[in-house]
């Protein structure tokens, strides 16, 4: 079986990974939260600059471990951060040239959503829901090559809407995790907030109504509101740091964001059965399926409904390599591939179905560099 390698740089992660047969052989993930925590979100100019400089090095590491052997390159080319996939998308032609082995741009929703398929089997067709920075989307998953978007951000994405929430109470950056684990030590009050954007009749969604009521809850609570960020930023510090009325309040705002979540997926199942296109299972994908509230409510959705729900493992949840060079390897072994003219898409933009047949695996003569 081929070994895929893959790169990630589409925000604030730089990842390589090599992948076969569906398994991950080795992973190098760097993380620059810390850079990006110093101004509250990812600026993209240090993003792409970071990448530029850290990916060569976990690249060569990547390789040296693994002593070579890669088969075909595959990257994220968007949607992301302009600039970051440039780097990866450059690195990655130049590698695949030098190697003489295809290449393969990929949808980074794509791999997210293909992401649990690198712990088990994906029961298609499938219910999508592909939660992150900068998406909230739900998708029909017939095989790994085949999405359909139902539902989609109109706004705010959910994690986007977890970011948000944490800066407003000065919790440190990222926001989604450390809200999470401080709102597991407390109960909901499910009347808090609105469950945002479910009186309607459609699969989208809207964040930046609750948005809007965390921020002016919290501006007429302004106890809430963590004085100075404790040293360090780490988990434990913040708990300590936090008025105790905080995970309560937390607790409540992910629970609007699971239920939203779980009512537009009910929503979907009920379509599809009316559409005579029932699904086999759920996905939960992106960043946000890390999210204790939103995975625990997939689960009793399953199980309302007997359908097996595949939850991705936490470190396959967010960004990383391994996820991009599984969807990869789907399409070169497919013998779709791209050429040295793939161009990044940046966010907002729809990422094109543009592999072309015969680039991939059982394609034509590799380049010999000699
Ligand atoms: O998929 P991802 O790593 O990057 C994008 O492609 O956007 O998702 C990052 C997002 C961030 O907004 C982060 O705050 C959120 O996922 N996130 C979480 C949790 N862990 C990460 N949100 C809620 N609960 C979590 N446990
Ligand atoms: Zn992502």
Redesign the pocket.
Known sequence: MPRVLGIET??D?TGVALVQDGMILAQELASQAELHSLFGGVVPELASRRHLTVLPRLCDELLHRCGGGVDGVAVARGP?LLGALLVGLNYAKGLAFSLGVPLAGVN?LHA?LLAPGLEGDIPYPALGLL?????SHIYRMDSPVEFELLGRTLDD????A??KA?KVLNLPY????I???LAREAEPIPELFPIPYVDNDNLDFSFSGLKTAFANHAASNPHLRLRSLPGEGSVNSTKEAVHPEVPGVLASF?HSVSEACRIKLARALDREAQRRMPVAGLVLA???A???F?RDSMVSLARERDLPVILPSFAL???NAAMVALAGGVLLERNLGHDNSLDAVPRGRKVPDDAVSGLGFAGGERVDIG
């Open positions: 589409s925000c992660e992301g980074h997210h939660v992150s920075g900068g998406h994405a959910a994690g986007e977890f970011d944490a990222p926001g989604g995790a809200i999470d684990s992910s992106g960043g946000v890390a999210n204790s939103l949840c967010t960004d």
